[in-house]
């Protein structure tokens, strides 16, 4: 069972998420901030796994608590559903052309979490997100789900840019976390992540 349902409760935000490793890309999400429902939805489809998301926060202030924390916990159910990582490929890289824009991305899932983000947005949030927040998305994702990630992006359109990258993400780990026909290793040297 590759599943993990996470939840966290602060001042500031109220996040539940439940993902299915080996799910068909369903999805229910919801977190106020449309366009964020709409890039989880194109990462939940091109990584083949059900996610729901639900998550409360103070939109008021800003989206920036909802949309770091929202990281953290998909980071931890992530994690938990990885488990061990017995059998994984464990290393995966994805390339998507939206357009004029291509949104390169590589993991390794072996847990050690860490980012390296190369791309530049203009100075307008996109959906209301300002482009630095993107960023730290992945990041607290990323170090909460001990997932090396590389990805870079370049092109005009913020949104082609930053769909690209959730897309390239999804298929990236969706071809990560599949298992090897017939092995229940560890693909480490150390014998475990």
């Known amino acids: 069972m590759r599943r993990a349902e996470v939840s ?5 935000t109220s996040i539940r998420v439940s993902l299915d490793l080996d799910g068909e890309g369903s999805t229910t999400i919801a977190t106020g901030i449309a366009f964020f429902d709409h890039m989880l939805g ?11 998301v639900e998550a409360v926060g103070d939109l008021e202030v800003d989206c920036h608590h909802l949309v770091e924390d929202t990281g953290i916990v998909m980071g931890k159910a992530l994690k938990d559903a990885i488990g061990t990582g017995k059998g994984i490929c464990r290393f995966s890289d994805a390339a998507v052309p ?3 824009s291509i949104a390169r991305v590589a993991l390794d899932c ?3 979490g860490y980012l390296v983000f190369n791309g530049a947005f203009s100075d307008y949030p996109v959906g209301g997100i300002p482009g630095d927040l993107f960023e730290h998305f ?4 990323c170090i909460n789900a001990g997932i090396t990630a590389n990805i870079s992006f370049e092109g005009r359109n913020d949104h082609h840019q930053i ?3 959730f897309k ?5 780990l969706r071809h990560a976390v599949a298992r090897e026909t017939g092995s229940d290793k560890i693909a480490s040297t150390k014998g475990v992540f």
């Open 8 to 12: 966290r409760e602060t001042k500031e």
């Open 110 to 112: 072996g847990g050690r």
């Open 163 to 165: 769909e690209a990258v």
């Open 42 to 52: 194109a990462f939940a489809r091109h990584a083949n796994v059900d996610l729901a």
């Open 98 to 100: 939206m357009d004029e």
């Open 168 to 172: 390239a993400f999804g298929i990236a």
């Open 138 to 141: 992945f990041y607290s994702l």
